[in-house]
């Protein structure tokens, strides 16, 4: 993906660019879905997965993150989708998920699926839908081996 501008903001898929602190410490302390996930878990997660980071263009401090699950062809799981208190309210989240949406077409992903609890809005405004089926889809819950940790 080629670098995507959003007002003050840059949107990158480059790995390099991450500030693995700064998300551990948003996602670990302030994100319902991942309070008390451990750093070892976060860095893994972020290993096996397609990130993108908003960055703030004129000093490049992160803003943002979202995290894909995906074989880049046919299916994809949006999650750990965050922007900093401090950019809330500017349109980052929407334009974060706009860049994965924009990403991922181009590839034939034919499916981007995500679960939330709030911010229904912002993903509705990108193309996102109820399932029309819920019932068609089924969950496995797995727990994790003692050693792991969440």
């Not at 819950?141 to 940790?149: D, M």
Request: hydrophobic share 40%; with cysteine.
């Amino acid at each position: 993906m080629s670098d995507t501008t959003h007002g003050a903001y840059t949107i990158s898929t480059d790995p390099g660019r991450l500030d693995l602190d700064r998300i551990h410490h948003w996602l670990s302390t302030d994100a319902y879905w991942a309070v008390g996930r451990s750093r070892e878990t976060q860095d893994r997660a972020v290993a096996e997965s397609l990130n993108f980071g908003a960055y703030v263009t004129s000093t490049g401090e992160i803003a943002g993150y979202a995290r894909v699950v995906t074989d880049h062809v046919v299916f994809a799981y949006l999650c750990d989708v965050y922007v900093d208190r401090s950019a809330r309210g500017t349109g980052l989240g929407t334009a974060l998920v706009t860049a994965v949406r924009d990403h991922l077409t181009p590839l034939g992903v034919r499916r981007i699926l995500l679960t939330t609890d709030d911010a229904h809005g912002v993903y509705e405004n990108v193309g996102f839908k109820a399932l029309a089926n819920p019932g068609d889809w089924l969950v496995l819950p797995l727990q994790p081996p003692p050693s792991a940790t969440p």
